[in-house]
């Protein structure tokens, strides 16, 4: 069953730096939920010369009796040729943060989670704009909620500070 290969075995680390697997975070994930917590997935990325750097966050925030929040991040580095375009890397984005989002599913089926995709509103001109709908379309079509800027803290604020 793919939703306990690979993903599982990467090291996921918190916000502090300490490291854990994400069978650890789907038991804090359950706890979360039994209080009425949220879970938050995005994923950003950054090129850096000929490397591109993917994180992905997963949040938890808003439940019972919570002050703040706290969440987890997972890395990967990729040869940058190989999204040589804009919507390339920011489609890879969305599918890690779907990927994610299933296998949080799949162990918690009662949880809510949302997915931040880390493009502009289809209305602004910015440089994501353009994919918006599309990706909009994919991350709901996956069965998931999701939010864009500014709204999408997971990945424009969490993921992107850890893919610098």
Same mark, same amino acid.
């Given at each position: 069953m793919w939703y306990t290969g690979v993903g599982f075995s990467i090291m996921w680390y918190?916000?502090?730096?300490n490291t854990l697997t994400f069978e650890d975070i789907i038991e804090k994930i359950k706890i979360h939920?039994? @209080?009425?917590? %949220?879970?938050f997935v995005g994923t950003d990325s950054c090129v850096h010369r000929r490397k591109?750097?993917?994180? %992905?966050?997963?949040?938890?925030?808003?439940?019972?009796?919570?002050?703040?929040?706290?969440?987890?991040?997972k890395k990967s580095l990729v040869k940058a040729k190989e999204f040589p375009t804009l919507i390339q890397r920011i489609t890879s984005e969305v599918q890690n943060s779907v990927d994610i989002g299933m296998k949080i599913m799949y162990h918690c089926p009662r949880v809510k989670i949302e997915l931040h995709l880390d493009v502009s509103d289809s @209305? @602004?001109?910015?440089?994501?704009?353009k994919f918006s709908d599309m990706l909009i379309g994919y991350a709901k079509g996956s069965g998931f909620e999701c939010?864009?800027?500014?709204?999408?803290?997971?990945?424009? %604020?969490?993921?992107? @500070?850890?893919?610098k």
């Amino acid at each position: 069953m793919w939703y306990t290969g690979v993903g599982f075995s990467i090291m996921w680390y918190t916000g502090s730096g300490n490291t854990l697997t994400f069978e650890d975070i789907i038991e804090k994930i359950k706890i979360h939920s039994q @209080k009425g917590g %949220t879970v938050f997935v995005g994923t950003d990325s950054c090129v850096h010369r000929r490397k591109c750097v993917f994180s %992905t966050a997963v949040c938890l925030h808003g439940a019972e009796g919570q002050s703040g929040g706290r969440y987890f991040i997972k890395k990967s580095l990729v040869k940058a040729k190989e999204f040589p375009t804009l919507i390339q890397r920011i489609t890879s984005e969305v599918q890690n943060s779907v990927d994610i989002g299933m296998k949080i599913m799949y162990h918690c089926p009662r949880v809510k989670i949302e997915l931040h995709l880390d493009v502009s509103d289809s @209305k @602004k001109n910015e440089g994501t704009s353009k994919f918006s709908d599309m990706l909009i379309g994919y991350a709901k079509g996956s069965g998931f909620e999701c939010r864009v800027k500014p709204d999408a803290f997971a990945a424009s %604020t969490i993921a992107d @500070k850890h893919s610098k």
